[in-house]
Nanobody, 127 residues
């Protein structure tokens, strides 16, 4: 069992930056594929970014590519999402997710790949 806790959300102006974190419990964090998803009001939860267990492979939604950077520190059991050049359409609750299973590259984008989810952190970007 893995518990995930997000933090770092808040209110920021358009064009600004924010970093959200995901702290994981358990001693096997370094073996998990990890991902960030987001859900805006009235919309489905969508993929944002993902990272392989070693951090050597990263994946991004087209809407955030070039603006967001995903990273992880396995020694600290923590994953990060650095968000730059934020836009009002980035406003959402951001969720981190973990998969203990080996992932093919195409599977990182799917919600069904991930077995564990955090409670989410609100990110609001004002115009």
């Amino acid at each position: 069992q893995v518990q995930l806790v997000e933090s770092g959300g808040g209110l920021v102006q358009a064009g600004g930056s924010l970093r959200v974190s995901c702290a994981a419990s358990g001693r096997t964090f370094s073996s998990y594929a990890m991902g960030w998803f987001r859900q805006a009001p009235g919309k489905e939860r969508e993929f944002v970014a993902a990272i392989s267990w070693s951090g050597s492979n990263t994946y991004y939604a087209d809407s955030v590519k070039g603006r967001f950077t995903i990273s992880r520190d396995n020694a600290k059991n923590t994953m990060y999402l650095q968000m730059n050049s934020l836009k009002p359409e980035d406003t959402a609750v951001y969720y981190c997710a973990a998969s203990p299973k080996p992932c093919a590259s195409g599977s990182y984008y799917s919600r069904g790949t991930y077995d564990y989810w955090g409670q989410g952190t609100q990110v609001t970007v004002s115009s």
